[in-house]
RNA sequence: CGGGAAGUGGCCUAGUUCGGCUAAGGCGCCUGCUUUGGGAGCAGGAGAUCGAGAGUUCGAAUCUCUCCUUCCCGACCA
């Protein structure tokens, strides 16, 4: 490819509006360009890279025995409805009608449609399958953020696994797994698998892979000793026990004028840590408490996945006085209706001599013994970590860190294969439900986890595997015939070799070549000019490091090519 | 959805507080000359319904109202 005619808009200054380093720089070097909130063109630069990532999981796919499907992504809406997503879904779902009135979804993934197909599958004979697309998907999000990292339109590869039973199930899982292994190594991605919570999918077990970077919307708790890595809305950690002092055989009740915070309470005497926060919580519309320790966070997420509600939120003030008679900041869980449902977090279970809320503005109880004075549903891990908190497995410290979600694989069961019908017959004859997996890596998020951790000051540096060119062969000077003759033979030399090289034969100066060549972050340069061409010597810049060797005329190819060849 | 910020040539910004000449500057773009190994210099030039609509006013980028859009935090989210 020539530079003078390839369309390559760099600029000299981020949008304003651009905050994480991969928007900014995917933007300035002429990557991407934004339509819309949460919707971006890919320009022939980031088209380029966009393809090389999608090919090299494209290719880990097909070597786990993966096949390639292309579905639509639109969807009619009975499909949907016959998995129920169609209505847990929400807003998420783009939905649209049709001229006749039929109303459709654009497909935020494919469960449903692989399923349908599957149920062509009659014989176990055929099990097991690895079905995969890389297609296009389209989620409602309600905050799109960060350039490529949260769009509302993407293409994902998505990837389905179907067996005739679990443990068919659990080997294709373990292929995926070491399969979205390699294909970070090869993204040059160091992606932690840690276990997660399952979401909306269902199933029965999930590990995302996450890519530490300040621009992530998820807390991954590491163990910095240890193997331990966990989703924020996962992870659990080992705590010092409290010890209680002895306390009445009932609770007492006490005046608190005025105190409606854990730590006005606790300035009051009553450690946070002996204190109960009582968090009142509607759950698909049924009022439940959630208790955690005073010095806890209650992680809503557990919450969810211990309960499977699908809706859930805080109760409104008014909803929490109908219901507790008190506002936020005097609540507690003893005494309240046994027909609100109490759950409890495991660090609670065996405490006494505790305070909480009355239920009543300005009053607390002391000397609470949770077992014997609250009626719990059931004990349940609700609390979030915390920094510093013990690894479960090694007490080491841990650490919490932000990172990008870069792949995500699920242990699906049955849940769309039972509500679709597909199922085989198995040696014995016997209707067997096929047992499905899905996998998912975002391609275009994968792409910007690179540029976000792949930059310097200078601009971008793409792994060669993913760049958008592997070698820039830059023209000091376009109109001396030597220099451009020189650089015309190392280019179709580097073409024929198979190097995918970039001639920068633009009519520009040496500076803006430079940092155009850097800025786009290609990973080897070779830089021709009049100069060393009367001594027969060009350069050779690695961009990573900036370190430049000069390289005799007629070595200069192969020195490239080996380059590339070893950083592939 | 809650909170915050912001919309001025392709990009970055000034101007808005306290209304007043033809909306200013830098980058980029076009032409010419010079320059030629790190985003050049000089000269000339094109390019803006100041997010949209309504209102106040002799006069609106500036004040008022409504709407739209974008960004950030939270909620939400395979």
Redesign the pocket.
């Known amino acids: 490819m020539r530079w003078s005619n390839l369309f390559v808009?760099?600029?000299?200054?981020?949008?304003?509006?651009?905050?994480?380093v991969s928007?900014k720089l995917l933007v300035?070097g002429g990557f991407i360009r934004?339509l819309?909130?949460?919707?971006y063109s890919m320009l022939p630069l980031g088209w380029r890279v966009h393809e090389k990532v999608a090919d090299i999981v494209r290719d880990e796919m097909n070597l786990i025995g993966g096949q390639e499907f292309l579905l639509p992504a639109m969807h009619p809406k009975s499909l949907w409805e016959a998995s129920g997503r169609w209505q847990?879904?929400?807003?998420?779902m783009f939905r649209l009608e049709d001229r006749s009135g039929t109303e459709v979804g654009l497909?935020?993934?494919?469960e449903e449609v692989f399923a349908s197909i599957a149920l062509e599958l009659n014989s176990y004979k055929a099990l097991p399958q690895i079905w995969y697309q890389i297609q296009w998907?389209f989620?409602d999000?309600?905050?799109?953020?960060?350039?490529l990292l949260?769009v509302r339109e993407f293409a994902?590869k998505?990837s389905y696994s179907l067996d005739i039973d679990y443990a068919g199930l659990d080997a294709s899982f373990d292929k995926h797994h070491d399969a979205y292994l390699r294909i970070f190594e090869r993204l040059d991605l160091d992606a932690m698998p840690v276990e997660?919570?399952?979401?909306?999918?269902g199933g029965a077990g999930?590990i995302?892979f996450m890519v530490a970077s300040p621009s992530g919307?998820?807390d991954v708790v590491r163990c910095p000793n240890c193997d331990y890595r966990a989703n924020i809305e996962r992870a659990t950690s080992a705590i010092d026990v409290v010890i209680d002092s002895s306390g009445p055989d009932a609770p007492e009740k006490f005046a608190t004028p005025g105190i409606r915070t854990i730590k006005a309470l606790e300035e009051a005497g009553a450690p946070a840590s002996s204190q109960m926060k009582t968090m009142v919580m509607v759950l698909d519309g049924a009022i439940t408490l959630a208790v955690v320790r005073g010095d806890h966070q209650l992680n809503?997420?557990k919450l969810?996945d211990i309960t499977g509600a699908?809706?859930?939120?805080?109760a409104t003030p008014d909803e929490t006085i109908e219901h507790l008679g008190a506002s936020p900041g005097s609540l507690g869980a003893v005494g309240v209706s046994a027909d609100i449902t109490i759950l409890a977090d495991r660090s609670l279970q065996g405490r006494s001599n505790l305070t909480t809320g009355a239920n009543e503005d300005d009053w607390h109880w002391r000397g609470v013994d949770i077992e014997r004075d609250v009626k719990v549903s059931e004990w349940v891990d609700l609390r979030e970590v915390s920094a510093g908190e013990h690894c479960p497995k090694c007490k080491t410290p841990l650490e919490i860190v932000r990172a990008i979600?870069a792949g995500?694989i699920?242990k699906l069961g049955t849940k769309y294969s039972e509500a679709l019908g597909a199922h085989v017959l198995d040696a014995d004859g016997e209707k067997q439900t096929i047992v499905m997996g899905?996998y998912?890596?975002?391609i275009g998020r994968n792409m910007a986890a690179i540029a976000e951790t792949h930059a310097d000051e200078?601009?971008l540096v793409w792994p060669v595997a993913v760049a958008p060119f592997e070698v820039v062969v830059t023209v000091?000077?376009i109109?001396d015939e030597a220099?451009m003759g020189a650089a015309e033979k190392i280019y179709a030399d580097l073409l024929a070799a198979g190097i995918d090289a970039l001639i920068d034969d633009r009519d520009?100066?040496?500076?803006?070549?430079?940092?155009?060549?850097?800025?786009i972050g290609i990973p080897f340069?070779v830089?021709?000019?009049?100069?060393?061409?009367t001594n027969g010597?060009?350069?050779f810049?690695t961009r990573e490091t900036?370190e430049?060797a000069e390289v005799a005329v007629g070595e200069i190819v192969q020195t490239a090519i080996t380059a590339v060849t070893q950083a592939r």
């Open positions: 808009p760099t600029l000299r200054d981020a949008p304003g509006d651009a905050e994480a928007h300035r934004q819309h909130a949460g919707h847990t879904m929400g807003d998420e497909g935020m993934t494919h998907k989620r999000e309600p905050r799109p953020k960060a350039g949260r994902m998505d997660a919570s399952s979401g909306a999918m999930s995302e919307e998820d809503m997420q969810q699908i809706d859930i939120r805080p979600e995500h699920f899905s998912g890596i975002g200078k601009g000091m000077k109109d220099t520009a100066r040496a500076g803006v070549k430079f940092a155009d060549s850097e800025l340069r830089t021709v000019g009049p100069r060393g061409i010597q060009v350069e810049t900036m430049t």
